[in-house]
């Protein structure tokens, strides 16, 4: 429990009443860099908007520790960068400013550290050349590292990414992952990231869930993405 | 022309309220209007303050059905009513329509053309048995913005500045709802709250904006002006600025055309807007 930082216990998730996995045991340490892997409709998403809190579960608990500090858990969510609209008249620095609202009461200006602070995790993201350029202007890549950096400017415990390297070049994709994993490192946090990209995140990930069937596969990259269990999953023979 | 514009700048200007009045709502509707635009609710614009002057109707007709008698034209305390009921209705509607939004069923707009058209028609049927209707409602509820007494403008200035004050003080909590709203969750902001005090402040400004100019004019103030600072705008400071500078800026050369030429002046505002959201876009389509 000391390592742990989430539980979770014979969870069950989904949308109106219809459970998407079952009967999910797992724990998330600390420090940990977690892939959830699996094909399209498999549950991924649900799974860490479970986890987030942005949907309900519908059977089972999820417990989480306290951060390093004593507070509560702090996740830094980095949403698919598609998904943002356009109308918005937002700089790339005002995105990842909002990642300091979580500490600043509501009706109080934003103080001049916090903003310092935003500035250093969008150089440390590589997002400080166009942070002043139009969010909705900025390519995939771009658009990812400014949200990377708004999820680091919440001083998380936890960093959930959602397909962070959809719609992204090998060589981009490269660069992503070795920041995130640098970042895990260096800021002592864990990682719950989404991707299709197993070969690229096989040499990042310490723990992979692969949601198959409506059930979590769980292992270590070397265990579980071998050429005879992936097609022990996908239940073919291998010739 | 400048002699008018002198008779309407003059303090002893005998529609001094009405002006006042005008440039108020001006100013302030484009700034909720905003986010109106941002959330994609611009069909909302249209409904809300069509269901706004319904509330009007039947809130003034609440004394005739209880055998009350009021004064033949629109006193304070039938001022104040009305204000109720068009408060109570737009936030209803607002309430009612985003929760359906929120659910995600059905089509949206077919919600919000079915919201505006059995406002419009349950409107006609109160006024029409309702005496009352014939001696100034129906003018209030058109927008014949010259029957503008200290206390309405005062009513609409104080409404407008809590509106305004709020809008500013939580700007950053708005904009994070309506931008992102899980990232918010996730920052254990409560969404809920800052939702309806949104919808609070959109429906206050919409219950002023149709007591003192009607409907048509509502939905224009309301929108025209953030559409086209749309086009122009880089930041979102720019956006909202623009959008109240637009607005204001419009009502007052609204009134002052109207005036030198005996039009009414609700719909030479929004005319005007008209005009001034297609010169923008033209403009917008030639700068590079």
């Given at each position: 429990?000391?390592?742990?930082?989430?539980?979770?216990?014979n969870?069950?998730?989904?949308?109106?009443?219809?459970?998407?996995?079952?009967?999910i045991?797992?724990?998330?340490?600390?420090?940990?860099?977690?892939?959830?892997?699996?094909?399209?409709?498999?549950?991924?998403?649900?799974?860490?908007?479970?986890?987030?809190?942005?949907?309900?579960?519908?059977?089972?608990?999820?417990?989480?520790?306290?951060?390093?500090?004593?507070?509560?858990?702090?996740?830094?969510?980095?949403?698919?960068?598609?998904?943002?609209?356009?109308?918005?008249?937002?700089?790339?620095?005002?995105?990842?400013?909002?990642?300091?609202?979580?500490?600043?009461r509501?009706?109080h200006?934003i103080?001049?550290?916090?903003?310092?602070?935003?500035r250093?995790c969008?150089?440390?993201?590589?997002?400080?050349?166009?942070a002043?350029?139009?969010?909705?202007?900025?390519?995939?890549?771009?658009?990812?590292?400014?949200?990377?950096?708004?999820?680091l400017?919440?001083?998380?415990?936890?960093?959930?990414?959602?397909?962070p390297?959809?719609?992204?070049?090998?060589?981009?994709?490269?660069?992503?992952?070795e920041?995130?994993?640098?970042?895990?490192?260096?800021?002592?946090?864990?990682?719950?990231l989404?991707?299709?990209?197993?070969?690229?995140?096989?040499?990042?990930?310490?723990?992979?869930?692969?949601?198959?069937?409506?059930?979590?596969?769980q292992?270590?990259?070397?265990e579980?993405?071998?050429?005879?269990?992936?097609?022990?999953?996908?239940?073919?023979?291998i010739? | 022309?400048?002699a008018?514009?002198?008779?309407?700048?003059?303090?002893?200007?005998?529609?001094?309220?009405?002006?006042?009045?005008s440039?108020?709502?001006?100013?302030?509707?484009?700034?909720?209007?905003?986010?109106?635009?941002?959330?994609?609710l611009?069909?909302?614009?249209?409904a809300?303050?069509?269901?706004?002057?319904?509330?009007?109707?039947?809130?003034?007709?609440?004394p005739?059905?209880?055998?009350?008698?009021?004064?033949?034209?629109?006193?304070?305390?039938?001022?104040?009513?009305?204000?109720?009921g068009?408060?109570?209705?737009?936030?209803?509607?607002?309430?009612?329509?985003?929760?359906?939004?929120?659910?995600?069923?059905?089509?949206?707009?077919g919600?919000l053309?079915?919201?505006?058209?059995?406002?419009?028609?349950?409107?006609?049927?109160?006024?029409?048995?309702n005496?009352?209707g014939?001696?100034?409602?129906?003018?209030?509820?058109?927008g014949?913005?010259?029957?503008i007494?200290?206390?309405?403008l005062?009513?609409?200035?104080?409404t407008?500045?809590?509106?305004?004050?709020t809008?500013?003080?939580?700007?950053?909590?708005?904009?994070?709802?309506?931008?992102?709203?899980?990232?918010?969750?996730?920052?254990?902001?409560?969404?809920?709250?800052?939702?309806?005090?949104l919808?609070?402040?959109i429906?206050?400004?919409?219950?002023?904006?149709?007591?003192?100019?009607?409907?048509?004019?509502?939905?224009?103030?309301?929108?025209?002006?953030a559409?086209?600072?749309?086009?122009?705008?880089?930041?979102?400071?720019?956006?909202?600025?623009?959008?109240?500078?637009?607005?204001?800026a419009?009502?007052?050369?609204?009134?002052?055309?109207?005036?030198?030429?005996?039009?009414?002046?609700?719909?030479?505002?929004?005319?005007?807007?008209?005009?001034?959201?297609a010169?923008?876009w033209?403009?917008?389509?030639?700068?590079?």
């Amino acid at each position: 429990m000391n390592d742990a930082l989430i539980i979770l216990e014979n969870l069950s998730i989904g949308y109106n009443g219809q459970p998407v996995l079952s009967g999910i045991s797992l724990s998330i340490a600390r420090d940990s860099f977690t892939a959830i892997l699996g094909a399209n409709g498999s549950g991924k998403s649900t799974l860490i908007k479970t986890l987030l809190g942005l949907l309900s579960p519908l059977a089972g608990r999820i417990d989480t520790n306290q951060s390093s500090t004593g507070a509560p858990l702090v996740f830094g969510y980095v949403p698919q960068a598609g998904q943002f609209d356009p109308i918005y008249l937002l700089t790339g620095f005002e995105v990842a400013l909002m990642g300091t609202y979580g500490r600043v009461r509501p009706g109080h200006f934003i103080p001049s550290a916090e903003r310092a602070f935003t500035r250093e995790c969008l150089r440390a993201a590589g997002a400080q050349e166009f942070a002043r350029e139009q969010f909705s202007e900025l390519s995939g890549g771009q658009k990812q590292r400014v949200l990377i950096a708004r999820a680091l400017a919440t001083r998380p415990d936890v960093l959930v990414l959602d397909e962070p390297t959809a719609g992204v070049d090998a060589e981009a994709t490269h660069t992503v992952l070795e920041f995130i994993s640098r970042t895990r490192m260096e800021r002592q946090i864990a990682v719950l990231l989404v991707t299709h990209d197993f070969a690229a995140i096989r040499h990042h990930a310490r723990q992979i869930l692969w949601l198959h069937h409506g059930k979590v596969l769980q292992g270590a990259p070397d265990e579980l993405l071998t050429p005879e269990r992936m097609a022990e999953i996908f239940e073919i023979g291998i010739s | 022309m400048m002699a008018s514009l002198s008779h309407i700048l003059s303090p002893d200007f005998l529609l001094r309220n009405s002006v006042y009045t005008s440039v108020l709502i001006g100013f302030s509707c484009p700034l909720v209007g905003v986010f109106l635009v941002m959330r994609r609710l611009v069909f909302m614009g249209v409904a809300l303050p069509q269901v706004s002057s319904t509330g009007v109707a039947i809130a003034l007709s609440v004394p005739l059905w209880l055998g009350v008698k009021l004064s033949g034209h629109p006193s304070e305390s039938a001022h104040m009513l009305a204000f109720i009921g068009s408060m109570t209705f737009s936030l209803l509607a607002i309430l009612a329509l985003a929760f359906m939004e929120r659910r995600g069923r059905g089509q949206p707009e077919g919600r919000l053309g079915t919201a505006y058209v059995v406002a419009a028609s349950l409107s006609i049927l109160v006024l029409s048995k309702n005496p009352y209707g014939e001696l100034g409602w129906l003018d209030m509820l058109k927008g014949e913005v010259i029957t503008i007494s200290d206390f309405d403008l005062v009513l609409t200035a104080a409404t407008l500045t809590l509106v305004l004050a709020t809008l500013g003080l939580f700007h950053k909590e708005l904009l994070l709802i309506s931008f992102d709203r899980p990232m918010a969750i996730t920052l254990r902001k409560n969404v809920v709250f800052w939702d309806v005090l949104l919808y609070l402040l959109i429906g206050l400004t919409v219950s002023m904006a149709v007591l003192s100019v009607g409907p048509l004019i509502a939905f224009g103030f309301l929108l025209i002006p953030a559409l086209a600072a749309h086009l122009f705008a880089r930041n979102m400071r720019q956006f909202t600025m623009l959008a109240s500078l637009c607005g204001g800026a419009s009502a007052f050369l609204g009134f002052w055309i109207a005036y030198q030429y005996d039009l009414p002046v609700g719909p030479t505002d929004v005319v005007l807007l008209g005009v001034l959201y297609a010169a923008a876009w033209f403009i917008a389509k030639l700068l590079p």
